[in-house]
C-alpha cells in the first residue's frame, strides 16, 4: 500500500470487533490473548475498503499489488517476501489492513508460497470456489475487501490438514513485540531483601 491513511483505523484493524479478524495470538489458539505488535511498523489502511472503485485500487495499489489482489493473479513460487520469513507476528491484508495469519500456524509447505494451517480467525478469510485454468480449487479471499490471497487444499499438515496457500504480495507483516518479561524485565534480585 503506498496510500497515506490515518493512524487510527490502522489500530482499528489491529483490535477486536473494528476489522472482522480477532487480532492473532502470540501462543497459539488454545492461548487466547491477544497478541502486542509494533504499532509503528504498521501502515495505514482504508477506513472503508467497500467502498472504493477500482479506480481507487489502482491507484493504491502497486501494479503488482493490483494484478494478485484485484485480478487474482499469483507471484511466482519462491519470490515473494514471505515464503521463507520466520518472524514472530501477524500476517495482514496489504490492501485493507486486516489481520489474516499469524506467525504460529505458519509452516514450511516447500512450495515457495507462505503457507499456513489456518487463518488468524475463522471470519478473517472467505473462501469461494475457483473454476480457473481448468481446476476446480477453493479460493481464499481478504472478507474485509475482498482480496484474492491465495488458494486452500486439503493437503496440510495437522491440526487442520488445510494448507492456506497465500501470496506474499497479499500480506504485509506485523512483527510482534516481546512482552516486558521476554524483553528482560527482571523481579526481585537475590542480592538484597525481598522487601518484606
Ligand atoms: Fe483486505
Given at each position: 500500500?503506498?496510500?497515506?491513511?490515518?493512524?487510527?483505523i490502522?489500530?482499528?484493524?489491529?483490535s477486536?470487533?473494528?476489522?472482522?479478524?480477532?487480532?492473532?495470538?502470540?501462543?497459539?489458539?488454545?492461548?487466547?490473548?491477544?497478541?502486542?505488535?509494533?504499532?509503528?511498523?504498521?501502515?495505514?489502511?482504508?477506513?472503508?475498503?467497500?467502498?472504493?472503485?477500482?479506480?481507487d485500487?489502482?491507484?493504491?495499489?502497486?501494479?503488482?499489488?493490483?494484478?494478485?489482489?484485484?485480478?487474482?493473479?499469483?507471484?511466482?513460487a519462491f519470490?515473494?517476501?514471505?515464503?521463507?520469513h520466520?518472524?514472530?507476528?501477524?500476517?495482514?491484508?496489504?490492501?485493507?489492513?486486516?489481520?489474516?495469519?499469524?506467525?504460529d500456524?505458519?509452516?514450511?509447505?516447500?512450495?515457495?508460497?507462505?503457507?499456513?494451517?489456518?487463518?488468524?480467525?475463522?471470519?478473517?478469510?472467505?473462501t469461494?470456489?475457483?473454476?480457473?485454468?481448468?481446476?476446480?480449487?477453493?479460493?481464499?479471499?481478504?472478507?474485509?475487501?475482498?482480496?484474492?490471497?491465495g488458494?486452500?487444499?486439503?493437503?496440510?499438515?495437522?491440526?487442520t490438514?488445510k494448507?492456506?496457500?497465500?501470496?506474499?504480495?497479499?500480506?504485509?507483516?506485523?512483527?510482534?513485540?516481546?512482552?516486558?518479561?521476554?524483553?528482560?524485565?527482571?523481579?526481585?534480585?537475590s542480592?538484597?531483601?525481598?522487601?518484606?
Open positions: 500500500m503506498r496510500l497515506p491513511r490515518p493512524l487510527a490502522v489500530l482499528c484493524a489491529l477486536t470487533g473494528c476489522g472482522g479478524g480477532e487480532v492473532a495470538r502470540a501462543g497459539g489458539a488454545a492461548d487466547g490473548g491477544p497478541v502486542s505488535v509494533d504499532r509503528s511498523a504498521v501502515l495505514a489502511y482504508p477506513d472503508d475498503p467497500q467502498a472504493l472503485s477500482d479506480a485500487w489502482r491507484r493504491i495499489l502497486t501494479p503488482e499489488e493490483y494484478h494478485v489482489l484485484r485480478e487474482r493473479g499469483t507471484e511466482r519470490s515473494g517476501e514471505y515464503w521463507n520466520h518472524q514472530d507476528g501477524v500476517y495482514v491484508c496489504a490492501a485493507c489492513g486486516q489481520v489474516l495469519f499469524r506467525s500456524d505458519k509452516f514450511d509447505s516447500g512450495t515457495g508460497w507462505p503457507s499456513y494451517t489456518r487463518p488468524a480467525d475463522p471470519g478473517a478469510v472467505s469461494r470456489e475457483d473454476r480457473s485454468w481448468g481446476m476446480v480449487r477453493t479460493e481464499a479471499v481478504c472478507s474485509r475487501c475482498g482480496g484474492h490471497l488458494h486452500v487444499f486439503d493437503d496440510g499438515p495437522p491440526p490438514g494448507r492456506w496457500c497465500i501470496n506474499s504480495v497479499s500480506l504485509d507483516f506485523v512483527p510482534a513485540v516481546a512482552s516486558p518479561l521476554e524483553a528482560g524485565a527482571t523481579g526481585p534480585t542480592s538484597g531483601p525481598s522487601g518484606d
